[in-house]
C-alpha cells in the first residue's frame, strides 16, 4: 500500500485522511459522503482514503466526477465497533491507525473516523501526543442554539477533570468555535448548577478563579446551566466528560421524546391527519433542523494534530458534515490560538497555589 | 395564629400543608393551584395553607365551592426567593417553616412549597431530620417518556455523592415511583457515559455492585445513558445531584430550542402560516404534552416527612400539578418500602468492605 497521500496532487492542496472502514456502515456510508462532502467543498481539498480495497472498490461509482480527487491507501486490518482501546492500539495498520499516521507525518492536515470513540481516542493520543502544554485531550461536540452554532467540551474522554483541564478546555473550545464558527470573540462559560459563584464543585470554582485570574484573552462569562446551552447565550460551554456526556445524550433522548409527541399528535384523528399533509413542508423542514447528521462531528482537541469522530451509525450526510468540519479544522490558524492562550495560562501556572487560589 | 391545622375537619382526613407565600407570584398563583387542585381531588383531603392573610384574602375567592377545605393559618414572615438557607433556618415562623412544621407535628401529612430550592431544603432538613438509615436527602424530579412518567434523582440536593448514598437513592426512587405512579416493580438504572461495567465514576461502578450484591428487592438494569432518560426503559434514574440537575435543565433548553425551531418553520412563509392555522389544535396537543407544569413537583426524599417543591415560577396548573404529587405520596406506602429495602442494604453495609468490593 501506498502511504504518500494525494500523489497526484500540487503540493499545496489539503488533504483529509479519511478511516474508509470505521462507522456501522463502513465504505458503504464513508464514501458516499466523501462524494458528498467533495461536490460541496472548494477544489483545494483532496481525499486519503484508508481500508480494505476489495470492500472500497464497489462503492467509489458514487464519486463520480469528484473521483480524481481521491486516493485510496489499501490495508486489510480494520479496528472493530467494539474493539477495546488496549487492543486497538496494538495493530499498527488499521485504516484507523493509518489515517492518524497521515496527520502525524503531515502528509494529511486532519484525519476523520467513525470508528468506536474509545479505540480513536487511544490510537489518536499514541500517534499524535498531546499538544506542549496541555494535559488531556477533550472531545469538542457543536450544538445548535437560535443564536447559531455552539461547542460543548468536554463530551466524554475524560470522566473526572481538574479545574486546569477545565482551563484548558475553555482555550482549545474558544480557538475551535472561532475556527469552525468564524465568530471574532466567542463567550465562553463553565456548565455549573447555578450561576452564583457559591455553586457547584471546588474544580469548577477553581476553573473560574483561574480563567479569571490569569489574563486570557478570553470572553469568559461564568457559569452557565444546563438550558443556557440551547439558549445559545454562551459560545463556547465548558465541562468535564461525564457531564458533558451526559448533557449531550440527554438533549439528543429528549430531541427523540418530542419527535414521537410530534409523531403521535399528527396521527391521532382524520383532522390531525389532515393537518399533517398541509404541514408537509414545514415538518420536513423542522426535522432537517434536527437532523443529527448536520451537527455531526465530535472534534478531538489537544493533540499535535486534529482528528475528528463521526457519529458511528451516521449516514453519507452526516459522515459529510464530519468531513466539513476537518476541513474548517485544516483551513484555521487553530493550534497557533491555542498555543498563544496557553503560554498566558503557563504563567499563572508558575506561581505558587496561593496566588491563584 | 392557629398551629392546629384541620381543626374542623374528622381525624381521618388527610390534610397537606401548603406554603401559601413561595414561588415568583406568592397567593396569586398557590390560592388558584389550590382550587384547581382540590376541584379533582377526592373528598378525604384538606389544605392548611399558611401565609400572610392580607395578601391570601384577596386570592381566597378563587376557592370557590371548595373553600370549606381550606383552613389559613396566618404568619408575617416569608421566605424570599433569593434568601440564602442559613439565613432562612433562623427564622421559624416563616410560612415554610411553619408548613414543614405542620408536617414534622403529623398535622399534616406532607408540605409544598414553590420557595427557593436551597431554602426549602434546609428548612426541611432542620426540621424534619433526614429518615433512620438515609445518609442525606435528595430531590426527585418526573421525567415524561413515551412508556409513561420516570423518576430521576438527585437532580440537585447534592453536589457529590458516595456509592453508598447513590444506592440509598436508589431505593427511595424505586418506592416514590411506586407510590406515584403505580408501577407495582419500577425498574431502576445508574446514569453513565456507557452500558459497558468498566465505563464511568468509581462511585458508580460501586454503586452498581451494592444494589448487585445486597439482595435489594429491586429491578436494577446496570448503567443507563443520557438518552435513555427519556426514551423510559428504565423506570428509575439514579445521579448524583449535580449530573442530574445538569440533565434536567439540559433537556428543558432541548425543548425550548425545539419550540423555537417549530414556531420558526411555522412562520416561514404563507404557506407555512396557512399550515400552522391547519395544525392550530394538533400544536395544542404538542403544546400540552410539553408544558413543564405537567411534571411540576420536585420531590424531597429521605426526610422524616415528604416534602414537595414546585417550580418557583410555576403558573396555578403547575402548582396544583405539585399538590397532586405530594396528595398521592401521602396516600402510598413510601415510608414503610424504603425502611424494607433499608434494612437490606445496612445488612451488606455491616459486612468488612473486601465482601461488597
Redesign the interface.
Known sequence: MSTQPGQNSSRNRLHIAVDAMGGDAGPEVTIPGVALFLDQAADDVDISLFGDKTQIQPHMASLQAQAHRVTVHHTAETVAMDEKPAQAIRRRETSMALAIKAVKEKTAAVAVSAGNTGALMAVAKLGLRTMPGIDRPAICASW???EGMGAVLDV?AN??CSAEQLVEFAIMGEAFHRAVHGKAKPTVGL?N?GTEDVK??DEIKRAAKLIRDCGLDMDFRGFV???????GHTDVIV?D???G??????????????A???RE??S?SV??K???V??M???K??KE??DPSRVNGGVFLGLNGVVVKSHGGTDAKGFAAALTVANQMAHSQFADEIAKNLNRLEDVRGLPTESVM
Open positions: 445548535p442554539s437560535p466524554g470522566v473526572e456548565l448548577i457547584g464543585h446551566e444546563g438550558d443556557g446551552i440551547s439558549l465541562t466528560g461525564f457531564t456526556n451526559v448533557a449531550l445524550k440527554t438533549a439528543e433522548g429528549a430531541a427523540r421524546l418530542i414521537h409527541y410530534v399528535a399528527y391521532e383532522a390531525s389532515m393537518a399533517a398541509a404541514s413542508g414545514v415538518l423542514r423542522i433542523r434536527l
